[in-house]
């Protein structure tokens, strides 16, 4: 009967969770569509989430093309090297490395940073003061981070596919001695629009999976400092899990036979 009831209870637990969490989703995609929005706070967190997570997630883009570029021509040696390398690291960056590598780095940098933000909030009681004042904290907190993530993911992933691209070109005309010419006409023709669009829209299920992880455990800090340390590091493991789901069901929809 133990057993029993530990069974029961986790598994209830588990159930008010998973409800819990769809509460607040719904809450969350209702405030994104209902007035008044707040201008300046939707600009900084647009700031937060792309313009400055912008060098980490170059920097890991471009070598992401160097690796790509090194390992593709290993694999296929032998083989046309301007065809295959080519080809493979713009379908890969495109497709998925591009959109997976940029959503963990941001996960990582901001998902982490929006759930310690509004966990202090939270622990201090500033929440509490805004639906005191009559300020939903849902329009005020939630609604610019989901909307920031949808929008700014896709401009990160598509500066990322050019620099992971412009990447694996260095690497094939200065270190495997291809012809540039040639290598760019290999990118071009392997460069798909269709491989782009399913990267964007990976790209935009990434950021608002990233905003609702980080909003959804701020909102739920308990334990004071403490609290916001473990909120923050369950945001960016929740954000992180999201992506990996996020990407395999979007690959299967648009690419699955």
């Known amino acids: 009967m133990r057993f029993v009831r530990l069974l029961g209870c986790t598994v209830l637990e588990s159930l008010a969770r998973v409800g819990h969490f769809s ?4 809450k969350g995609l209702m405030s994104c ?3 008044p929005i707040y201008g300046r706070i939707l600009f900084q967190q647009c700031l937060t989430l792309g313009f400055y997570a912008l060098p980490v997630v170059g920097l890991t883009a471009v070598f992401a093309g160097f690796v790509l570029a090194l390992q593709s021509y290993s694999g296929f040696a032998g083989l046309s090297g301007e065809n295959t390398v080519a080809a493979v690291v713009v379908v890969a960056i495109t497709r998925e490395l591009g959109p997976v590598l940029a959503g963990l780095m941001v996960a990582g940098r901001t998902g982490a940073a929006m759930a310690a933000e509004i966990g202090s909030m939270r622990v201090s009681e500033q929440i509490d003061a805004l639906e ?3 300020v939903n904290p849902f329009r005020f907190l939630v ?5 920031a993530g949808v929008c700014m993911m896709p401009l990160l992933v598509l500066i990322a596919d050019i620099i ?3 990447g694996g070109f260095i690497v094939g005309v200065t270190r495997l001695s291809f012809s540039s ?18 990267g964007l829209v990976k790209a935009a299920c990434f950021g608002f999976s990233i905003a609702l992880c980080g909003c ?8 004071g400092a403490r609290g916001v340390g473990e909120a923050a590091t369950r945001a960016v493991v929740s954000a ?13 929809l648009f690419f699955g036979l």
């Open 23 to 26: 509460l607040f989703t719904l």
């Open 33 to 35: 569509v209902m007035l």
């Open 132 to 134: 005191t004042l009559g």
């Open 143 to 147: 609604a610019p981070r989901l909307i």
């Open 164 to 166: 992971g691209v412009f």
């Open 181 to 198: 010419g040639l290598y760019i006409d290999q990118l071009v023709k392997h460069t798909a629009a269709f491989d782009v669009f399913a």
């Open 216 to 223: 959804y455990y701020g909102f739920t800090t308990i334990k």
């Open 240 to 252: 992180s899990t999201g992506i990996l789901i996020f990407n395999y069901l979007i690959t299967t």
